[in-house]
């Protein structure tokens, strides 16, 4: 399984970022689709979660402020990011767990930049 993450970049503050992560090869369900980000001179962090039939969850950081979705057909997750902030600014990574095979996948990162 490869996680190809894309749209990450630079933003303004208080400015919107949307980024994706696509998962190929062969996926079982149910399965969980991730983010996590990392910033400069921290630890990964996580941002949110989705699972196969679209139970979300998320870090209070970024409540009310991002929403993550997934299309199952194109094995592909989203993360919408409105309000950013400077403190947002990281590396994404993207994350693909299946519990049941205790596989867990992770995709090469898009840096999201958020100017003050």
């Known amino acids: 399984v490869q996680l190809q993450a894309s749209g990450g970049g630079l933003v303004q503050a208080g400015g919107s970022l949307s980024v994706s992560c696509a998962a190929s090869?062969?996926?079982?369900?149910?399965?969980?689709m991730a983010w996590y980000r990392q910033a400069p001179g921290k630890q990964r962090e996580f941002v949110a979660t989705?699972?196969?039939?679209?139970?979300?969850n998320y870090a209070d950081s970024v409540k009310g402020r991002f929403t993550i979705s997934r299309d199952n057909a194109k094995n592909t997750v989203y993360l919408q990011m409105n309000s950013l902030k400077p403190e947002d600014t990281a590396v994404y990574y993207c994350?693909?767990?299946?519990?049941?095979?205790?596989?867990?996948?992770w995709g090469q990162g898009t840096l999201v930049t958020v100017s003050s």
């Open positions: 994350n693909l767990m299946v519990p049941v095979r205790a596989e867990n996948y």
């Open positions: 090869g062969r996926i079982f369900s149910p399965n969980t």
């Open positions: 989705i699972t196969s039939d679209g139970r979300t």
